[in-house]
Nanobody, 120 residues
Framework: VQLQASGGGLVHTGGSLRLSCSAS????????MGWYRQAPGKQRELVAT???????NYADSVKGRFTISRDNAKNTVYLQMNSLTPEDTAVYYC???????????????WGQGTEVTVSS
């Protein structure tokens, strides 16, 4: 199983970016998907999660600015980020809770990270 993230880049304060993360490989089913981020010198923190049914959860710092969504047919999760500030600068990591086959256990898989830089 592989998760491939994309969409990061450099943007000015107030700008927007859309991150994507697609899962591929041996996938029987995907439960929760989501995004974490790690800023320089800080611990990795939760940004947003989404269940198979579409229930979402957000960190307080991004509520009202970020929107997580998923396309179950494409095994893809998205993160629309609006009104970005320099405090959003970080490497963003996607994850997915995946059952690789009918009888296997659910494991968490991580993408390689995509860098988001917001300039003031």
């Amino acid at each position: 199983v592989q998760l491939q993230a994309s969409g990061g880049g450099l943007v000015h304060t107030g700008g927007s970016l859309r991150l994507s993360c697609s899962a591929s490989g041996n996938i029987f089913s995907i439960n929760d998907m989501g995004w974490y981020r790690q800023a320089p010198g800080k611990q990795r923190e939760l940004v947003a999660t989404i269940t198979t049914g579409g229930t979402t959860n957000y960190a307080d710092s991004v509520k009202g600015r970020f929107t997580i969504s998923r396309d179950n047919a494409k095994n893809t999760v998205y993160l629309q980020m609006n009104s970005l500030t320099p405090e959003d600068t970080a490497v963003y990591y996607c994850y997915a809770a995946i059952k690789p086959d009918r009888f296997g256990n659910i494991s968490h898989y991580w993408g390689q990270g995509t860098e988001v830089t917001v300039s003031s």
